[in-house]
């Protein structure tokens, strides 16, 4: 009899699904005949398969050891090395990410700009990587919990937007950060610099739809075939003859939102090449090296959090040092 004692990673799931994890070479309807037999059971008692597992549940597996392997796919160790080193080689190129909270199941860390959040080529290294690397390093996790879940990135932000991102370590981890976000407790403010004097606070709505070929968005005030609801608040910080220093929250979050909205109310961010104006951008790239959009998710505010498991984030407000070409910026930016 071979048993297993449910992990943080593991809970809060499906039992059919966690057997499927950790069993991925039996076929779904093996397990349920096994289910059925009582040659898998919860807890010692026979399970249908529909239960949500918690943890320290046992589930035992009434399997030789030799199936139970051959089952569960075991690695040998040259294997399980080659298939982890690609995270510890993200976690050590990807060493200018910084981690501004953790805790048992989620991190918080500021991402620079330049860095994907997850990969688009098999090759990439992202945000993704990265933190499955540190949990490695940090031993926090292994070759084994990793056969039955992956800790992952919950947000994302564009490849050169830098600042704060939501990441779980555990499958408790993303399900409440990831219905936190879906549900918009976590209120999101970013700050950035925009062409144009912007003196008054604004809000505005709108609608964006998405063009897949050219990886653009258009954003228009009334409803439209596809379109899908935006909503974001300006608030003014100060005006640098012209140009303004803007914090931004986004009420909805859509790919672009932010950058398409402001372009399209005559504010496009400096060093958008995508939706902004190159005279303005070209300038700023010689002045001070600026190559993208000047954007940055500075803030992220929690709400009242009852759950125990989660009491560090209650209420709880985080912050990402902005990038060093900001303060650059203020100090002597010149019309």
């Known amino acids: 009899m ?21 069993l991925p070479g039996a076929e779904r309807g093996f397990l349920f005949k096994m289910l059925r037999k009582k040659n898998i059971t919860l807890n010692g008692r026979k399970a249908q398969g529909n239960e949500m597992v918690s943890l320290e549940d046992r589930i ?84 084994e919990i990793l056969a039955s879940f992956k800790p992952s990135v919950c947000n994302r932000l564009d490849r050169n937007t830098s600042g704060l991102m939501l990441l779980g370590k555990t499958l408790s981890g993303s399900q409440h950060l990831s219905r936190w976000i879906k549900g918009r407790n976590i209120r999101k ?29 258009s ?49 496009p961010l400096i060093g958008d090449y995508k939706y902004g104006r190159r005279e303005i951008n070209e300038t700023f790239r010689r002045a001070f090296g600026v190559e993208s959009q000047l954007l940055h998710a500075y803030r992220l505010e929690f709400p009242l959090i009852e759950d125990e498991d989660f009491a560090g984030l209650s209420r709880a407000v985080f912050y990402a040092p902005e990038p060093e070409v900001f303060d650059r910026i203020r100090r002597t930016y010149k019309v």
């Not at 071979?2 to 990673?9: C, G, N």
Request: glycine fraction near 6%; charged fraction near 25%; hydrophobic fraction near 35%.
């Open 2 to 22: 071979q048993e297993i004692i449910v992990a943080p990673h593991q809970a809060n799931q499906r039992l059919d699904k966690l057997l499927q994890k950790l």
């Open 60 to 143: 035992q597996f009434y399997f030789s050891e030799e199936t139970f392997h051959k089952f569960g796919g075991k690695q040998d160790a040259y294997r399980a090395e080659n298939t982890l080193r690609p995270y510890l080689e993200a976690c050590a190129a990807l060493k200018d990410i910084t981690v501004i909270y953790e805790d048992h199941n989620v991190i918080i860390c500021n991402k620079p700009s330049g860095v994907l959040s997850q990969k688009a080529k098999e090759n990439d290294m992202s945000v993704n990587e990265w933190l499955i690397g540190y949990l490695l390093r940090t031993k926090q996790i292994d070759s």
């Open 189 to 217: 403010f970013y700050r950035l610099f925009a062409l144009g004097k912007v003196t008054e606070p604004f809000y505005v709505r709108g609608y964006l739809t998405k063009d897949e070929r050219t990886n653009r968005v």
């Open 219 to 267: 954003v228009s005030d009334k409803p439209v075939p596809g379109g899908e609801f935006i909503e974001t608040r300006c608030t003014p910080l100060k005006v640098y003859g012209d140009i303004s220093y803007l914090e931004v929250e986004l009420l909805t979050g859509k790919p672009h939102q932010i950058r398409a909205h402001l372009s399209g109310l005559g504010h």
